[in-house]
């Protein structure tokens, strides 16, 4: 399984960006994908995740309310909109994959760099 990642940039406090993960390869073999995020200095933190078949979704606190994951099926991708963005939010952002048989995410994408200024 490969994973790109795109969509990141800089935005100002308040504004949006939606992050992009397509999935190539054997994506038959995906059971989650999520999307972390790795502040300097500070250790990778999950945001979001969501089931391969859309069905469940999950975020962390600090993004609730404000972020959305979806699954677009025909692509092969996940998306994560990001509204109301805070200049807390600054990372690099990294999709991942996971295995139904296993709870360690396995495949990593390259991560794409999202700032918000204040």
């Known amino acids: 399984v490969q994973l790109q990642a795109s969509g990141g940039g800089l935005v100002q406090a308040g504004g949006s960006l939606r992050l992009s993960c397509v999935a190539s390869g054997r994506t038959l073999s995906i059971y989650a994908v999520g ?5 300097p200095g500070r ?8 089931t391969w078949n859309g069905g469940s979704t ?16 025909v692509k092969n991708t996940v998306h994560l909109q990001m ?36």
């Open 35 to 39: 999307w972390f995020r790795q502040a």
């Open 43 to 50: 250790e990778r933190e999950s945001v979001s995740g969501i």
């Open 58 to 73: 999950g975020y962390a606190d600090s993004v609730k309310g404000r972020f959305t994951i979806s699954k677009d099926s």
């Open 83 to 118: 509204n109301s963005l805070k200049p807390e939010d600054t990372a690099v952002y990294y999709c991942a994959a996971r295995r139904p048989e296993s709870a360690d995410y396995y495949y990593w994408g390259q991560g794409t760099q999202v700032t918000v200024s204040s």
